[in-house]
């Protein structure tokens, strides 16, 4: 099955300061979706990517897919304290919308 | 009003004891899927529909039911909890088609005891 691996596990930055969190997959991804969650709520859907150096951004988020489609990254400029949460990345294999999920990237930012 | 609720919110139950979540969606999509949330684990599929008469099992179903009443519900049953079902479980939905983001449930939380 499809393995997604985040680094980092957990992240404490101060307010002000970049940071970014990397999703990398075993295989090729036809879809790569980020998302938010506040400690024990909903995920927040953030940016899909599908293909291959495309980048998205919202706001002071940006993602990057790279070209070979087995990684993406998460970049945050001038982090705040409403950026903490867990961001969790989710990969689509077969184009079926059968997501699965890294493990989460827990984000602190310190004021 | 939420696109996708869940309901209940928060349940404690004992061991043994049958418990069903339910999942209502507004967006009118055809997809509809159950995860569960442990820490450190992220999210696992437990079950999906694409449509009212099509129910997959995921990656970890067993233990688990589902059954899809109607496009807009849902429902995930646990016919005998035990306590390493204790977890968060999520909702969600997608449109049918192309790639298309799953919108989610805000979660119910289940403890068994």
């Known amino acids: 099955s499809q393995e997604l691996e985040q680094s980092p596990q957990s992240l404490i930055v101060q307010e002000g300061k970049n940071l970014t969190i990397n999703c990398t997959s075993s295989?090729?991804?036809?879809?790569l979706y980020w998302y938010k969650q506040k400690y024990g709520e909903g995920l927040i859907f953030l940016m899909m990517l599908q293909k291959g150096g495309e980048e998205k951004s919202h706001e002071k988020i940006t993602a990057k897919l790279d070209e070979k489609k087995q990684q993406s990254s998460l970049h945050i400029t001038a982090s705040q304290p409403s950026h903490a949460g867990i961001y969790l990345c989710?990969?689509?294999?077969?184009?079926?919308?059968?997501?699965?999920f890294g493990t989460g990237t827990k984000l602190q930012v310190i004021p | 009003d939420a696109d996708v609720t869940q309901t209940p919110r928060n349940r404690i139950t004992k061991t043994g004891k049958r418990i069903m979540l339910e999942c209502s969606q507004t967006k009118g999509h055809d997809r509809m899927y159950w995860y569960r949330q442990d820490p450190g684990l992220g999210l696992q599929l437990i079950y999906y529909?694409?449509?009212?008469?099509?129910?997959n099992k995921g990656e970890i179903s067993d233990g688990y039911s589902v059954s899809r009443q109607a496009q807009a519900k849902f429902s995930l049953s646990l016919e005998s909890a035990i306590p390493n079902q204790t977890a968060l479980y999520f909702c969600?939905?997608?449109?049918?088609?192309?790639?298309?983001?799953?919108?989610f449930g805000p979660g119910t939380r289940l403890t068994v005891l």
């Open positions: 529909s694409f449509d009212v008469k099509d129910i």
């Open positions: 295989k090729t991804l036809y879809g």
């Open positions: 989710g990969a689509d294999t077969g184009g079926y919308q059968k997501v699965t």
């Open positions: 969600a939905t997608s449109a049918s088609g192309s790639l298309d983001t799953q919108y």
